[in-house]
């Protein structure tokens, strides 16, 4: 087989399967998504925009929130052609990751929409669009929402502590110091999501060096989805084998061992003499 003939049979094992991202929040997710899909052409799929996408006014989210939360968490929202109430986030946030209680209500809420909606955006991905690419799912709550479950290779991507809220100020200057450690704790800790992670992807450095250590990742990442796309061939062979052998022996030892037909057929008759 030539080298780009095996290559793309190599490519093949990785054609449509789901690449699950997460991290902590702020750790550098979009970006390394960002990079992937630039070098990789690699269609993705942001958990939270679908999020958002979910709470649009007229939605069944939408309606659900603002039975829930009730106007005072909405908004008016103007524009040249329309004016309408639109959920106001920083509002929502705020209850939401100060309390509990509140975010296991959101959770439950909006979960299943979200959920339902990026199985079906897969969905079209892999068996109408037929994608020849895996697919990268970037979900900050990937482990905590079991969306791992559908991934082919999980990537989580770290920094250290002081980075992360660092970047984090940073990037929304809007949020203080308590509701950054708010946004935090609201999720599993990195350590834990590290643990089972399938690849780590170092976001400590410059951006130059981790963009290296992506490329490196991703390798990482297909050679793992290709050994458990073989392991799962083998074990799919290996069924089937011992199963035809089953069904085999079992015809094979019924003929052996059936009784002799109680009357003679037409073959069991002695043949005529034809000798004269
Ligand atoms: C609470 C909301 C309205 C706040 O909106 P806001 O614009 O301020 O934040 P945004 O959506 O951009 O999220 C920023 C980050 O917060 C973290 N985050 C969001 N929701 C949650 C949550 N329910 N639990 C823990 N962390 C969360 C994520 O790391 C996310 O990347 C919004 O985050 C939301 O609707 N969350 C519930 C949906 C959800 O679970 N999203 C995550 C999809 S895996
Ligand atoms: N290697 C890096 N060096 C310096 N800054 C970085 C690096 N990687 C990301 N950043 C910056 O850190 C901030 C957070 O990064 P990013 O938005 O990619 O994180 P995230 O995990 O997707 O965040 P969120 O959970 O809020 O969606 C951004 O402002 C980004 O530009």
């Not at 959101?106 to 979960?111: P, S």
């Not at 290779?153 to 984090?168: I, P, S």
Request: hydrophobic residues 45%.
């Amino acid at each position: 087989m030539s080298a780009s003939a095996s290559g793309k049979h190599e490519e093949c094992y990785s054609a449509g399967k789901v690449f699950g991202l997460t991290g902590g929040v702020g750790t550098g997710k979009s970006t390394v998504t960002e990079w992937l899909r630039a070098l990789y052409r690699l269609p993705v799929i942001d958990a939270d925009e679908v999020a958002r996408q979910v709470v649009e006014p007229g939605t069944l989210g939408y309606w659900l929130l603002r039975m829930w939360l009730g106007r005072g968490y909405f908004r008016r929202e103007e524009s040249a052609t329309e004016s309408r109430w639109v959920l106001d986030r920083s509002r929502v946030a705020q209850r939401v990751f100060a309390d509990a209680w509140v975010r296991f209500g959101l959770n439950a809420l909006l979960r299943p929409l979200i959920l339902s909606r990026i199985v079906w955006r897969l969905f079209l991905l892999r068996y109408v669009a037929s994608v020849k690419t895996p697919i990268l799912l970037d979900a900050p709550l990937l482990f905590e929402s079991r969306l791992h479950w559908i991934c082919a290779v999980t990537l989580v991507v770290y920094c250290r502590a002081d980075q992360q809220r660092e970047r984090l100020r940073q990037r929304h200057p809007e949020w203080s110091d308590a509701e950054i450690e708010q946004r935090i704790r609201a999720q599993w800790p990195l350590e834990r999501k590290l643990l089972r992670a399938d690849v780590r992807v170092d976001n400590c450095g410059e951006r130059v060096a981790v963009r290296e250590r992506v490329v490196a990742a991703y390798t990482d990442a297909q050679a793992i989805a290709r050994r458990r796309a073989k392991r799962r061939e083998n074990i799919l062979f290996g069924v089937v084998a011992i199963a035809l052998l089953l069904v085999f022996s079992v015809a094979t030892y019924r003929g052996r061992h059936l009784q002799p037909m109680p009357f003679r057929t037409r073959w069991d008759r002695p043949a005529p003499d034809t000798k004269g």
